[in-house]
T-cell receptor
Framework: EAGVTQFPSHSVIEKGQTVTLRCDPI?????LYWYRRVMGKEIKFLLH????????ESGMPNNRFLAERTGGTYSTLKVQPAELEDSGVYFC?????????????FGQGTRLTVV | AQSVSQHNHHVILSEAASLELGCNYS??????LFWYVQYPGQHLQLLLK??????LVKGIKGFEAEFIKSKFSFNLRKPSVQWSDTAEYFC??????????FGDGTTLTVKP
């Protein structure tokens, strides 16, 4: 069974440009999460989809970030326009259930560098 | 709000040494606890998890962790580390809805 996959694995863009990250969750997993790790700090929650609906987007840093999950399958996270402080590793995770006693499976992450 | 504190940012050990990585969390309610590992160039992998029951949890690759509720701790241990354990380790807490709060991570370097 395929795990959570993320594209691209690395992206280097200039400040002001737009970048779109993609996450393909494990098939059948309704719950999809985006996390971000900036500058060796903790991995921080960005948002949570249940199917195509945003369940919790409390961690989204600002309106330059837009996440979508059309059709409840893969998800994209767009950063527009990118700023230097957006550099970091963006992780996606998916789970079949939500709530306590739920295990989420992570992708390998996308390393974003804004120069 | 939940928070997770990992005590060591970087640990360097020789092979066969014993390992203990500290993790403390703050949250008053019921939680699930996890340790993840990220090997260089690879994705985050689950080492072990605590949901309920026996507070001593055994995971993959000889790792174990002990949940001490009174201390809000979930320390990771391994009796004898190997060079292949070199990686970054993350403690995480999940209070509900699958959303997890992570610590800063601890980089473990094992010298052959």
């Amino acid at each position: 069974e395929a795990g959570v996959t993320q594209f691209p694995s690395h992206s280097v863009i200039e400040k002001g440009q737009t970048v779109t990250l993609r996450c393909d969750p494990i098939s059948g997993h309704d719950n999809l999460y985006w996390y971000r790790r900036v500058m060796g700090k903790e991995i921080k929650f960005l948002l949570h989809f249940v199917k195509e609906s945003k369940q919790d987007e409390s961690g989204m840093p600002n309106n330059r970030f837009l996440a979508e999950r059309t059709g409840g399958t893969y998800s994209t996270l767009k950063v527009q326009p990118a700023e230097l402080e957006d550099s970091g590793v963006y992780f996606c995770a998916s789970s079949q259930e939500r709530g306590l006693n739920t295990e989420a499976f992570f992708g390998q992450g996308t390393r974003l560098t804004v120069v | 709000a939940q928070s997770v504190s990992q005590h060591n940012h970087h640990v360097i050990l020789s092979e066969a040494a014993s390992l203990e990585l500290g993790c403390n969390y703050s949250y008053g309610g019921t939680v699930n606890l996890f340790w993840y590992v990220q090997y260089p160039g690879q994705h985050l992998q689950l080492l072990l998890k605590y949901f309920s029951g026996d507070p001593l949890v055994k995971g993959i690759k000889g790792f174990e962790a002990e949940f001490i509720k009174s201390k809000f701790s979930f320390n990771l241990r391994k009796p004898s580390v190997q060079w292949s354990d070199t990686a970054e380790y993350f403690c995480a807490v999940n209070a509900w809805a699958g959303k997890s709060t992570f610590g800063d991570g601890t980089t473990l370097t094992v010298k052959p």
